[in-house]
């Protein structure tokens, strides 16, 4: 599959379609009108009759442009229940699509689990069971993912959002948003990676998405969300996840005016892709991230007094505040500066069942740190070398 709506790589795209069609392979050039962001690769085998499956899911193009500046994740299984949603997904691209059981895909499945997982939240607060969720994007637009998470909010989920780009949430303010925390890092590499991390009472769940929170990602593409199911896989994205949230140099905290502030412990110095660059084996492995983190762990927002409201009392929230104008985006994602590639680890094949696990004060993942390459290199424009906080992306 070439999208042909790929913004400046059509031509690169029908190069390479047509190479592959000699070649004898099937090329689809996308569907009508949805474009086909979703990044999935797949590989079937018949081995004494049987079909095995070998899966790679990520939040990135496979691209050699952008693998060299862009951090993603890629999740490499052999996970039997996945394989079998891969097929059903490709499927779908011709015809009618078959149910998937543990891939969420938009424009259908993906924004109503979604709600469903946020909600879950804030009912486990209520109950005083464990609730918290983290979630990085690259941008935070749509308005029901807004209101749901200030809903949560009010019902006592701490929520943590590491947000890129461009986010209609203002943390810190009181009846929304008092337990939410808004922070954004912007830096060597473009963070690029969707990784959605749910306390669930205590059985953290993990999901790895192509998609951000915003109505195009999530009303009018193809994208897939899925589950980091092997608890040392999780444990590896929960770790990242935690590394970033903790960056000294590079973070900036959202304020309730919606400025950004540096973080309070600047001169700490602790810089999250550096970190990656030299360590990324001892930060996947849980345990391993270096002690002067725990340190930095303090949760940024006072505690506040148990809220013994039920989630159907809680505040309404004004249509007017969440129905925010999706902001204009530039064509491309942009970093300030080239630098290499940060070193890949391939996942092992994953296994199901969920392990009981705390959500730390942050989440990380990760089996590959960049996207698998594509093709012949394009030339790099302007747009590609100059960085702004709250660009987002338009592939």
Same mark, same amino acid.
């Given at each position: 599959?070439?999208?042909? %709506?790929?913004?400046?790589?059509?031509?690169?795209?029908?190069?390479?379609?047509? +190479?592959?069609?000699?070649?004898?392979?099937?090329?689809?050039?996308?569907?009508?009108?949805?474009?086909?962001?979703?990044?999935?690769?797949?590989?079937? +085998?018949?081995?004494?009759?049987?079909? !095995?499956?070998? !899966?790679?899911?990520?939040?990135?193009?496979?691209?050699?442009?952008?693998?060299?500046?862009?951090?993603?994740?890629?999740?490499?299984?052999?996970?039997?229940?996945?394989?079998?949603?891969? $097929?059903?997904?490709?499927?779908?691209?011709?015809?009618?699509?078959?149910?998937?059981?543990?891939?969420?895909?938009?424009?259908?499945?993906?924004? /109503?689990?979604?709600?469903?997982?946020? %909600?879950?939240?804030?009912?486990?607060?209520?109950?005083? !069971? /464990?609730?918290?969720?983290? $979630?990085?994007?690259?941008?935070?637009?749509?308005?029901?993912? $807004?209101?749901?998470?200030?809903? $949560?909010?009010?019902?006592?989920?701490?929520?943590?959002?590491?947000?890129?780009?461009?986010?209609?949430?203002?943390?810190?303010?009181?009846?929304?948003?008092?337990?939410?925390?808004?922070?954004?890092?912007?830096?060597?590499?473009?963070?690029?990676?969707?990784?959605?991390?749910?306390?669930?009472?205590?059985?953290?769940?993990?999901?790895?998405?192509?998609?951000?929170?915003?109505?195009?990602?999530?009303?009018?593409?193809?994208?897939?969300?899925?589950?980091?199911?092997?608890?040392?896989?999780?444990?590896?994205?929960?770790?990242?996840?935690?590394?970033?949230?903790?960056?000294?140099?590079?973070?900036?905290? +959202?304020?309730?005016?919606?400025?950004?502030?540096?973080?309070?412990?600047?001169?700490?110095?602790?810089?999250?892709?550096?970190?990656?660059?030299?360590?990324?084996?001892?930060?996947?492995?849980?345990?391993?991230?270096?002690?002067?983190?725990?340190? !930095?762990?303090?949760?940024?927002?006072?505690?506040?007094?148990?809220?013994?409201?039920?989630?159907?009392?809680?505040?309404?929230?004004?249509?007017?505040?969440?129905?925010?104008?999706?902001?204009?985006?530039?064509?491309?994602?942009?970093?300030?500066?080239?630098?290499?590639? /940060?070193?890949?680890?391939?996942?092992?094949?994953?296994?199901?069942?969920?392990?009981?696990?705390?959500? /730390?004060?942050?989440?990380?993942?990760?089996?590959?740190?960049?996207?698998?390459?594509?093709? +012949?290199?394009?030339?790099?424009?302007?747009?590609?070398?100059?960085?702004? %906080?709250?660009?987002?992306?338009?592939?």
């Amino acid at each position: 599959m070439f999208d042909a %709506h790929a913004r400046f790589d059509e031509e690169n795209n029908l190069y390479w379609g047509e +190479r592959l069609s000699r070649a004898g392979c099937q090329v689809k050039y996308g569907v009508p009108n949805l474009k086909v962001h979703s990044k999935i690769a797949m590989i079937e +085998r018949n081995v004494d009759g049987k079909i !095995l499956r070998t !899966l790679h899911l990520g939040t990135g193009n496979y691209h050699d442009g952008t693998a060299k500046l862009y951090t993603d994740f890629g999740l490499l299984t052999a996970d039997v229940a996945l394989g079998e949603d891969a $097929a059903a997904y490709f499927r779908g691209l011709d015809d009618e699509q078959p149910p998937m059981k543990e891939i969420y895909k938009s424009p259908d499945t993906m924004q /109503p689990r979604l709600l469903e997982l946020i %909600h879950r939240e804030a009912v486990n607060a209520q109950l005083g !069971l /464990p609730a918290g969720i983290f $979630a990085k994007m690259n941008a935070l637009t749509d308005p029901k993912i $807004a209101k749901a998470l200030m809903e $949560a909010s009010c019902a006592g989920v701490h929520i943590r959002l590491m947000v890129r780009g461009a986010c209609c949430i203002l943390p810190g303010i009181k009846g929304y948003t008092e337990k939410i925390e808004v922070r954004s890092i912007v830096g060597r590499h473009l963070e690029h990676a969707r990784a959605f991390a749910f306390q669930n009472g205590g059985l953290t769940e993990v999901y790895l998405s192509s998609a951000d929170w915003m109505q195009r990602n999530l009303y009018k593409r193809f994208e897939l969300m899925f589950p980091v199911k092997a608890p040392e896989t999780r444990d590896a994205v929960l770790n990242v996840l935690d590394l970033q949230w903790n960056d000294t140099e590079k973070c900036r905290h +959202r304020m309730s005016d919606g400025s950004y502030h540096v973080s309070p412990m600047h001169e700490a110095g602790v810089n999250a892709q550096e970190e990656m660059l030299k360590d990324a084996d001892g930060i996947f492995a849980r345990g391993r991230v270096e002690s002067r983190l725990q340190e !930095l762990a303090e949760q940024s927002v006072p505690q506040q007094e148990d809220d013994q409201r039920t989630v159907s009392s809680l505040p309404e929230i004004p249509a007017d505040e969440t129905e925010v104008r999706e902001e204009t985006m530039t064509d491309t994602e942009t970093v300030t500066e080239q630098s290499t590639e /940060p070193a890949e680890k391939t996942e092992q094949p994953e296994t199901a069942g969920a392990e009981k696990t705390d959500l /730390p004060s942050s989440d990380g993942e990760t089996s590959q740190k960049t996207p698998a390459k594509r093709g +012949r290199p394009r030339k790099k424009n302007s747009e590609e070398t100059n960085s702004h %906080h709250n660009n987002a992306e338009q592939e």
